[in-house]
């Protein structure tokens, strides 16, 4: 069964604080990997993708994610964080199909000013 | 540079009501297309792609139904709408075939649908 998992529902942090979204996947065989972002009401915006080579991918806005093998994860990161950071952080895998992509239940992240 | 436009912005609607959703990509030939859903605080969920006109696979049956009658446009519909159709609906491109191109997703903005 191929599932994404993001285990935390909310996150909290204040301003200029880093933080961490977890995303973990399970998938056999090359997959592709992506972080969106989703402001209140709005559609996502595409943040970073990894498929292959370097395991850390810089994204917009100073973000940026790691790929582990070894753990089934593709967790975000960002060393100092903004009030307008504050958003659902969606992840999502798909296989090299271009038409499919699976998304995980999204973290809500507060940024307290 | 390409855009992407969703029409309504919200709806109300009663249950059993007929439903149509749109969507019109600019500034980009063949892109593949998306429907998505999203339940109010949920993920998402394709409902259905296309890569080229006249052709739409779905990939969930919910009782909706969706076509790509011209390139740059893709249309959801359903006759008979369910209090379970309410949501959050995203339409999304990407570049046409496969490979890394095409998994980068661009959403527009999103139509708020409210069946009573």
């Known amino acids: 069964t191929q599932t994404v998992s993001q285990s935390d529902a909310h996150v909290t942090v204040f301003e200029g604080d880093s933080v961490e979204l977890r995303c973990n996947y399970s998938?056999?065989?090359?997959?592709?990997l992506s972080w969106y972002i989703q402001h209140h009401g709005r559609g996502l915006q595409f943040l970073l993708k990894y498929y292959s080579g370097n395991p850390v991918v810089q994204g917009v806005n100073g973000f940026e994610a790691e790929f582990s093998k070894s753990d089934s994860s593709f967790h975000l990161r960002k060393a100092s964080v903004h009030w307008s950071d504050s958003a659902v952080y969606f992840c999502?895998?798909?296989?090299?199909?271009?038409?499919?992509?699976?998304f995980g239940t999204g973290t809500k992240l507060q940024v307290v000013p | 540079a390409q855009t992407i436009h969703q029409w309504p912005v919200a709806e109300i609607k009663a249950v059993g009501s007929p439903l149509s959703l749109g969507c019109t990509i600019k500034?980009?030939?063949?892109?593949?297309l998306y429907w998505y859903w999203q339940a109010t605080g949920g993920t998402l969920q394709q409902l259905f792609y296309?890569?080229?006109?006249?052709?739409v696979e779905s990939v969930v049956q919910l009782n909706l139904s969706a076509s790509r009658p011209k390139d740059d446009q893709f249309i959801l519909s359903t006759e008979k709408l369910l209090l379970s159709h309410s949501g959050f609906y995203l339409c999304?491109?990407?570049?046409?075939?496969?490979?890394?191109?095409?998994?980068?997703?661009?959403f527009g903005s999103g139509t708020r649908l409210t069946v009573l």
């Open positions: 998938y056999g065989g090359s997959i592709y």
């Open positions: 999304a491109w990407s570049l046409e075939g496969g490979g890394a191109s095409a998994e980068t997703l661009y």
């Open positions: 500034g980009k030939s063949s892109p593949n």
């Open positions: 296309s890569i080229t006109v006249g052709q």
């Open positions: 999502a895998a798909s296989k090299n199909s271009g038409t499919y992509q699976r």
